[in-house]
């Protein structure tokens, strides 16, 4: 490949050497085609540097050329040596013929990993000036291309700053009709005494991308006028981000804040959320798309208002309650406020607000829970292994005596298979229960009761404490029964509830 101003050849002066020697000849092939016959090495090198001026010549751009030079020097009294300026036009037409491609000087705006090709740096400082026009009416911010004296090589960097260091004296105004109240003209008149503190609307701003910006070469296809750089710059495209799972989020909420639906949520996260009815836990990080230009603007406002405001919910720890057990203490009551608060933005969302200055015109109550802190009991499968035969609820057909509605659940099993307790607490009944045959019921902290039936040895006595996992009884066939298994059940309220809905 031939770069007129940077040229390189793949040359190979045959093996043959100098041919200086009567009689000697040394044929120069480019691309395979033999241009011309000299008595020495030496002048080849010359005549290409001739041919590349008259192809630059022809070009102010950058000019590529496919170019394979090869020699081969041998001895041959009859063949005829050619004169230079044939040999130069003949090295000239094939250099013609093997031209690939004129590249033009171009700057290339980088911004992460989007480029687009500009003519001009003034193009390039022009698509910079539009690009935060939209949140810079006033012209208030001022775009510089600066050297970025941490490269190597000659990089450009976008620098925004404010037109003028010394910000404007601007008068403070409420952003409301009418006349003042009293506590608005005291508000106004504190605001007044030092102003110089505030400064409404952009105090800052920047692009929020790295932009770099380097003079290169580039295909005439691949250059972009300005109003087109414009719009591929500027223009909300859908690009995916992680959206990290806040308390009070579902994903109805989660679409509504990213301007998606929950079937666009669903498609960008099938192996984690596969349905509507995918559990999202706080913290879970979950991949979303939002619109947004190649280039954002961040941008920090200092606005004033005025709202309602709630105060964070105080929590009263009980120590004697289990984590789901809580109780409202103080219901809340609204507070309202006047504020000047910074806020910072990328494009039109918000990423952050800190108030600077608040005046409370009614305190807000705080909402007051009593919680509690204990972790409630877990509940486990009773047996290792087994085959679910029959599920909670309704059933056809069940054996005489027993009843068409399931309250339990049961595992086939062999008879002497261990059984554990489900969680741990107190054995309140260890004995002949009737239909359950030999039976043990368990007595749990969180108020639950655990039932086990069918047994065909009980291993602990009523009173007893049993932790979770203790092996209580063996498995049987005992009382109203269609082979060896055992029944299951969980008792909320003294109500049979499915266990499957319970067992970790």
């Not at 300026?85 to 033009?104: A, G, M, P, Q, R």
């Not at 606005?303 to 964070?312: A, L, S």
């Not at 120590?319 to 203490?329: A, C, G, L, P, R």
Request: some cysteine; charged content about 25%.
């Amino acid at each position: 490949m031939v770069l007129i101003g940077i040229l390189s050849f793949i040359v190979d002066f045959g093996s043959v050497g100098k041919a200086t020697d009567a009689g000697s000849q040394v044929t120069i092939f480019i691309n395979g085609n033999a241009v011309g016959v000299v008595s020495d090495t030496a002048d080849v090198e010359g005549m290409i540097r001739e041919a590349r001026k008259r192809i630059a010549s022809t070009s102010e751009q950058l000019v590529l050329i496919n170019c394979d030079i090869r020699t081969n020097a041998r001895t041959d009294v009859f063949t005829k040596l050619d004169d230079e300026e044939t040999v130069i036009n003949n090295i000239y037409s094939v250099f013609s013929d093997n031209v690939l491609k004129t590249k033009e000087p171009v700057y290339e705006v980088k911004i992460n990993e989007f480029t687009v090709n500009l003519r001009t740096v003034d193009e390039v400082h022009q698509l910079l000036i539009d690009a935060k026009k939209r949140y810079d009416e006033e012209d208030d911010f001022n775009v510089d291309l600066i050297l970025d004296p941490t490269r190597e090589l000659n990089v450009l960097t976008a620098s925004v700053k404010r037109t003028s260091e010394l910000e404007k004296d601007e008068e403070f105004a409420f952003p409301k009709a009418g006349f003042f109240s009293k506590a608005d003209r005291l508000f106004y008149e504190a605001l007044k005494q030092d102003v110089s503190q505030f400064h409404f609307g952009v105090k800052d701003l920047d692009f929020a991308e790295n932009v770099e910006v380097v003079k290169t070469y580039a295909d005439p296809e691949r250059i972009s006028t300005l109003e087109e750089a414009k719009e591929l710059v500027t223009k909300e495209q859908e690009k995916s981000k992680i959206y990290e799972v806040a308390a009070g989020d579902s994903l109805s909420v989660i679409a509504q804040k990213n301007q998606m639906t929950i079937d666009d949520i669903i498609a960008l996260n099938s192996e984690t959320i596969p349905n509507i009815n995918a559990t999202i836990r706080p913290g879970d990080e979950i991949r979303v798309s939002s619109p947004e230009p190649e280039l954002s603007v961040r941008r920090m406002e200092e606005v004033y208002y005025e709202e309602t405001y709630n105060k964070p919910v105080e929590y009263i720890d009980n120590d004697n309650w289990f984590t789901n057990e809580s109780k409202v203490i103080t219901e809340p009551v609204d507070g309202f406020r006047k504020v000047v608060a910074d806020i910072t933005y990328k494009n039109d969302s918000e990423e952050s607000r800190d108030i600077i200055y608040e005046d409370v015109v009614v305190e807000a109550v705080a909402k007051v829970v009593e919680r509690g802190t204990k972790v409630p009991p877990t509940y486990l499968k009773p047996i290792s292994g087994g085959r679910l035969t029959s599920g909670f609820g309704r059933r056809k057909a069940p054996k005489r005596g027993a009843s068409t509605y399931h309250k339990g659940i049961d595992w086939a099993t062999p008879v002497g298979t261990a059984v554990a307790a489900s969680s741990g607490g107190t054995v309140v009944r260890a004995g002949w229960g009737s239909g359950y045959g030999y039976v043990v019921m368990i007595e749990h902290p969180d108020g639950k009761q655990t039932r086990y039936g069918h047994l065909s040895k009980i291993l602990v006595k009523t009173g007893q404490t049993v932790k979770q996992g203790q092996k209580i009884a063996l498995s049987g066939n005992t009382g109203v029964s269609t082979g060896p298994h055992i029944h299951f059940e969980i008792l909320v309220n003294g109500v049979q509830v499915n266990p499957l809905n319970y067992l970790n």
